[in-house]
């Protein structure tokens, strides 16, 4: 999964109602590597962070996780359809990054490990789609 993907599923793991999700993932992320350029990766964290925000994340209640709108939770989101709507099939993260690309063409020209986030929660059974709002 690598650390950005291991990351996101042991935050889920260790989930405690009401903690703050970006402190947990800078926690969980020092189990995987001693890198503080890997630690402090904005992109794959935002995504995760992205995700949760609106519910795509099982265990997580939708909030308020990113202080600002990041483009990293598009492609995290728009990734999560993707993987959900064709659940039998195994992506690597260029699959799916240029299957997100077509979707958001204004979008990064690489990825930027947001989408093994997105892979690893698949994998793990940790995304759902969101509940319907009223």
Known sequence: MGIYGD??????????????LEESWLRQITFFTTSEVSREKGCPRSAFLGLCE?????????????????PNKDYAVEGAKIVLANPS???LASQLWAEVKRALPDGAENHNQQ?????????NDLLQYPPLTE
Do not use: C, F
Request: aromatic fraction near 10%; avoid cysteine; charged fraction near 20%.
């Open 7 to 20: 990351t996101a599923v042991e935050v889920v793991k260790h989930y405690i109602r009401g903690q703050d």
């Open 54 to 70: 609106n519910g795509w994340v099982k265990g997580i209640p939708p909030s308020v996780y990113l202080n600002k709108n990041s």
């Open 89 to 91: 099939k195994e992506y």
């Open 115 to 123: 989408m093994t986030v997105v892979i690893a929660l698949m994998n």
